[in-house]
C-alpha cells in the first residue's frame, strides 16, 4: 500500500490539540519501520527518543502522533515540532528553544546581583536553561517581590532578550528601583488599658525618627508587622488579658507608594486572675513532683508565658521516665462576673519507649566515638530526656562544633522504640603561629605555635611551642588525652626544654632546665573534675660571666645542677576554670 507524504505541525504548546487528526491531516495507520530527528543542536537524541510514544515496528496513528507532540512539548526543550511520515518512516523535526547564556542586571542597587541570581534560580531561570518567556514574566514578578520585601514598592522592571550566536539569548533586567516606602502611621485602634505609646514600644515596626536611618525600622515588611502583631498578642496574654484578639489590619498605601499608614484593630478584653490550679490526667503517682513544676499560682494574674512554660516542664519531666511523646495541656473555666480563670493541668504520658539506635552525622573530621562517648543516654536503654539534654551539652562543650543538633526519630513498625539522630556542624579546631626576629646581638630569631584541640579527629589535643632565640631558647610540647580510661579519666603529658641567657657577651651565664609531668584528670560530677600531677625538673647554671652571687653560693652549696620532683592538685569545673597547688621536692 503506497503511504502517502503527511506533515503534522504545531507551534506552541497551546496548540496541541485532537483538531488536527481531523479532514486533510487523518492518516491510515502503519507501521513504522524507522524513525529519525531532525534540528537538534544541544539537546540529546535520546532525550527524544525516550520521550516519543512510539517504537520502531509498533503501528503508527493519529493518536500516537498526538501523544508524541504532548509528550516532547512537555520537555519544555522545544518551541516547534513538525512530525513527518514517508514511506513508513518517522522524521521528527524539532526547533529548539534557545538557551540562556547569561543572566545580567542593570540599576541594582539594593540587592548584591548574586542574591538576585538566586532568586531567579530557585524559580528555574539561569544561565544554561532554555529560554522561555512565561518563564521570563515569572522572573519579573520575583524580582519585584524581592524588592516589595524591602518596602521597594515602585520598582519597575524591563527585561531585554538579545539574541547572539548558536541559537542563545542574552537576558539583562534594567530595575528602577525607585525610593523605599516609609511607615508614616501606626494606629492601635480599640486599647484602653495600655497607651498607643506603650504598645508601639513593643513594636520593631516605628515610624521616622532620628536613628530610622541606620535601624530602618520605618521600612515597611509584612514579615516584620505579623511578628509584631504576634509581640502585641504575647503583651496582653502576658499581662492577664486571656481573651484578646485582634480583630483586623489594615496596611494603606498612597498612590506614589511611597507612604504606609498601618491601623491594627484590637479588642482587650477583661483582665482575668487565676483562681484555681488542678491536675487532671496521669501523672505516674509523682503528683507533688509535678506539682513543683508550676510557674504560676492562684492569686496571680494570667500570664499565658508561664502557662507554655509550665507545660514545656511537664513534657520534660514526663521524658526522665521513658515517655517521650507526653503530652501535656492547659483548659481554662471562665468565669466572667468574677474576671476569674480555673485552669486545669491535663497531661497524657502516651506510651513509654526506648532508645534502639543512636546515630551521628555531619562529624565529616571527628570520629563517632569521641561524640558517642560524650553520650549519657544508651542505646536499648529506655529514653530519658534528662541524660539526653545532658548528652547534648557535653557534646557542644567539646568545642569542635559550631553547632549541635540533636533529633528524635519514630521507628517504622514499632510503638515502644525511637532512635536519636546527633548532627553537629564542625568548625576549625588548630591554631598556627610563626614569627621571626632580626636583631644586631641576637642575629634572626624564628617562633612556631601549633595548637591542635581535636588532633587527628581523635578528640586529643596536641600543642607544640618553640623559639629559636640566641639568648632565650625554648621547646615545649604538651598532648591530652581526655580519655585515657574509659570512664573519662583524662591524661596529659608535658615536655619542656629551656635555655635563657640574661646577657648577650658571649661568655656570660646561662641556666638550662629540662622537664617534664603527667597530669591525671578525674571526674568526680558531670561538671567537676580533679587533677593530679607529677613531674620532674632538672635545671643546671652554666657558669660565666655575670653570675649573680646568690646563684654561686646556691650552686656551692647543692650543686650547679639541681633535681626536683613538683607535685601538683588542681580542681576544675564549668565553667572551665583550673585552680592549682604546687608542692616542690628537691
Excluded: H
Amino acid at each position: 500500500m503506497l503511504i502517502k507524504n503527511a506533515v503534522l505541525r504545531f507551534i506552541g504548546l497551546g496548540a496541541v490539540s485532537l483538531g488536527f487528526l481531523t479532514g486533510a491531516w487523518a492518516l491510515e495507520p502503519f507501521s513504522v519501520k524507522d524513525i529519525r530527528v531532525e534540528g537538534l543542536q544541544r539537546v540529546e537524541a535520546g532525550t527524544v527518543f525516550a520521550s516519543l510514544p512510539v517504537r520502531v515496528g509498533d503501528t503508527y496513528s493519529d493518536e500516537k502522533a498526538a501523544a508524541a507532540i504532548r509528550a516532547l512539548f512537555g520537555l519544555g526543550l522545544f518551541k516547534d515540532i513538525r512530525i513527518e511520515a514517508n514511506a513508513g518512516v518517522l522524521i521528527v523535526i524539532v526547533e529548539e528553544r534557545p538557551s540562556i547564556a547569561d543572566v545580567d542586571f542593570a540599576g541594582t542597587k539594593e540587592f548584591d546581583k548574586d542574591v538576585l541570581k538566586k532568586a531567579l534560580a530557585d524559580i528555574g531561570l539561569s544561565d544554561g536553561r532554555p529560554f522561555d518567556k512565561a518563564l521570563v514574566d515569572k522572573a519579573e514578578q520575583e524580582l519585584k517581590r524581592q524588592y516589595i520585601n524591602r518596602s521597594m514598592y515602585a520598582t519597575e522592571v524591563v527585561t531585554t532578550v538579545t539574541p547572539i550566536e548558536r541559537n542563545r539569548v542574552n537576558l539583562n533586567f534594567s530595575v528602577i528601583e525607585g525610593d523605599t516606602a516609609k511607615i508614616t502611621s501606626i494606629r492601635i485602634v480599640g486599647n484602653n488599658a495600655f497607651s498607643e505609646s506603650t504598645l508601639r514600644g513593643q513594636f520593631d515596626s516605628d515610624t521616622a525618627g532620628w536613628l530610622t536611618w541606620y535601624t530602618k525600622a520605618n521600612r515597611y515588611s509584612r514579615a516584620k508587622l505579623n511578628a509584631d502583631i504576634e509581640t502585641l498578642r504575647s503583651y496582653y496574654l502576658t499581662r492577664g488579658y486571656l481573651e484578646f484578639k485582634v480583630d483586623s489590619t489594615q496596611v494603606a498605601i498612597s498612590p506614589n507608594k511611597q507612604e504606609i499608614a498601618i491601623t491594627i484593630n484590637v479588642t482587650e478584653g477583661e483582665r482575668f486572675v487565676v483562681s484555681k490550679i488542678k491536675l487532671a490526667g496521669n501523672y505516674l503517682g509523682k503528683e507533688e513532683e509535678f506539682q513543683s513544676l508550676i510557674a504560676i499560682q492562684a492569686g496571680e494574674v494570667y500570664n499565658a508565658d508561664q502557662v507554655t512554660q509550665t507545660t514545656k516542664a511537664f513534657t520534660e519531666y514526663f521524658s526522665n521516665f521513658g515517655f517521650a511523646f507526653a503530652r501535656a495541656e492547659v483548659r481554662t473555666e471562665v468565669d466572667r462576673a468574677t474576671n476569674r480563670v480555673e485552669l486545669t493541668l491535663l497531661a497524657e504520658p502516651s506510651r513509654r519507649v526506648y532508645v534502639r539506635r543512636i546515630s551521628v552525622a555531619g562529624n565529616d573530621r571527628t570520629r563517632d566515638e569521641v561524640i558517642r562517648r560524650e553520650f549519657r543516654q544508651l542505646e536499648a536503654a529506655w529514653y530519658d530526656g534528662d541524660k539526653i539534654r545532658q548528652s547534648r551539652n557535653r557534646v557542644d562543650r567539646l568545642g569542635f562544633f559550631q553547632d549541635v543538633f540533636l533529633e528524635t526519630q519514630d521507628v517504622a513498625g514499632s510503638q515502644d522504640q525511637v532512635d536519636l539522630l546527633v548532627t553537629v556542624k564542625e568548625k576549625p579546631t588548630g591554631s598556627l603561629s610563626l614569627g621571626a626576629g632580626l636583631s644586631s646581638s641576637e642575629g634572626l630569631g624564628l617562633t612556631f605555635g601549633f595548637k591542635e584541640d581535636n588532633a587527628f579527629g581523635s578528640g586529643n589535643s596536641l600543642g607544640v611551642d618553640l623559639n629559636t632565640s640566641k639568648y632565650n631558647r625554648s621547646i615545649v610540647f604538651n598532648t591530652t588525652n581526655p580519655y585515657f580510661t574509659d570512664d573519662g579519666v583524662s591524661r596529659t603529658f608535658d615536655l619542656a626544654m629551656r635555655t635563657s641567657k640574661p646577657y648577650t657577651d658571649i661568655d656570660s651565664y646561662s641556666l638550662e632546665t629540662t622537664s617534664a609531668s603527667v597530669r591525671f584528670g578525674v571526674p568526680f560530677t558531670d561538671m567537676d573534675t580533679v587533677y593530679f600531677g607529677l613531674g620532674v625538673d632538672r635545671t643546671t647554671i652554666v657558669a660565666g660571666t655575670g653570675l649573680p652571687l646568690a646563684y654561686e653560693d646556691y650552686a656551692n652549696q647543692f650543686g650547679y645542677t639541681t633535681n626536683a620532683v613538683p607535685i601538683s592538685v588542681g580542681w576544675g569545673g564549668i565553667p572551665a576554670t583550673v585552680r592549682w597547688f604546687r608542692v616542690r621536692a628537691g
